[in-house]
């Protein structure tokens, strides 16, 4: 077990603009656990849903896969735990989803919470500070940023596992809500969901989604290059659920979203790196070294059409 497992201290928060819509967090995984937004009758619902043991919770250090439960860094062979047959997924069985994250500060309209992970934390190196803040705006955006910094060169890849339904959770499915994504490249994986290194169009695939369109039947589960990525905040991908009329629309600060609709009734819009970066030079670089500061930011944006 690392620093800061769950316990009976674990925490619940509410963010809000002063009227209706707001946002309720939990500080185990530094979770979003709801998101309350209105449909365009103005009726309030929760656009998120309960799927499963990662849903709305911080995950890390490493977010996806790392393939082999190992990578080498400045020549050093780094051996992780590993929960998903040979591979690490999500930081390990131990990762940050599981851990109780302290609360460092808040307000009506935010929420900062920090995890301390220790060196050799599920094998990754390096005393880690991590910071998730929590900002909720009045004109209904939530905001994620990221900040976070190691004593020893490591990898790290943080996202947040919000799974969404905008029709409130009062569809039994999710494909006909529509769905407009910025990437018109996606990285291509093997038979163990590990990347294979190439960069692929995404022209002539299920998996272009640059006009807005029905998200289908198809189950997905892939990682897709975000356009135009320099570091800075930028439009990632916009949501729409025609029978509410909500909207959703992100953007963030990384490379690479990842869609996944594998679990019924809802979809994931996950901001991230790519999966098992530190195997692929060509891929943008997880290090993280003393000294330097990660930081990334991801905004989640809600209104309802008329």
């Not at 769950?6 to 530094?30: D, I, Q």
């Not at 989803?97 to 390096?126: C, T, Y």
């Not at 490379?255 to 609709?261: D, K």
Request: proline fraction near 6%; charge should be negative.
């Amino acid at each position: 077990m690392g620093a800061n497992t769950p316990t009976e201290r674990m925490t619940f928060h509410t963010l809000s603009n002063g009227r209706g819509p707001h946002v309720t967090l939990s500080s185990l995984g530094a979770a979003i656990t709801g998101i309350f937004v209105p449909d365009r009758a103005g009726n309030i619902g929760d656009v998120t849903v309960p799927a499963g043991g990662s849903a709305g919770k911080t995950i890390g250090r490493y977010a996806n896969r790392i393939a082999g439960g190992a990578f080498v860094l400045d020549g050093v062979t780094y051996t992780l735990l590993t929960n998903e047959s040979r591979n690490t997924l999500h930081g390990g069985p131990d990762g940050f989803s599981k851990r109780d994250w302290e609360v460092a500060a808040q307000s009506d309209s935010l929420v900062e919470f920090v995890l301390h992970s220790p060196d050799g934390d599920q094998g990754f190196p390096g005393a880690m500070e991590c910071r998730l803040r929590y900002t909720w705006s009045v004109n209904g955006e939530l905001r994620l940023d990221y900040t976070v910094t190691t004593d020893k060169p490591t990898v790290i890849n943080l996202t947040n596992h919000a799974y969404f339904n905008l029709n409130s959770g009062d569809a039994a499915d999710v494909s006909q809500q529509e769905l407009q994504i910025a990437a018109s490249t996606y990285t291509p994986l093997d038979d163990e969901l590990i990347p294979t290194g190439e960069i692929a169009q995404i022209e002539g695939t299920s998996r272009d989604f640059r006009v807005m369109r029905a998200i289908g039947e198809e189950k997905y589960d892939c990682n897709l290059v975000l356009d135009g990525w320099t570091g800075e905040l930028r439009f990632a991908a916009r949501a729409h659920d025609p029978e509410s009329g909500r909207s959703l629309i992100v953007e963030t600060t990384q490379p690479a979203l990842q869609l996944y609709t594998g679990k019924p009734g809802a979809f994931a819009l996950e901001t991230q790196h790519f999966a098992d970066a530190p195997h692929h030079p060509n891929f943008p670089s997880t290090v993280l070294r003393p000294g330097d500061v990660f930081r990334s930011s991801t905004v989640y944006g809600f209104a309802s059409l008329s």
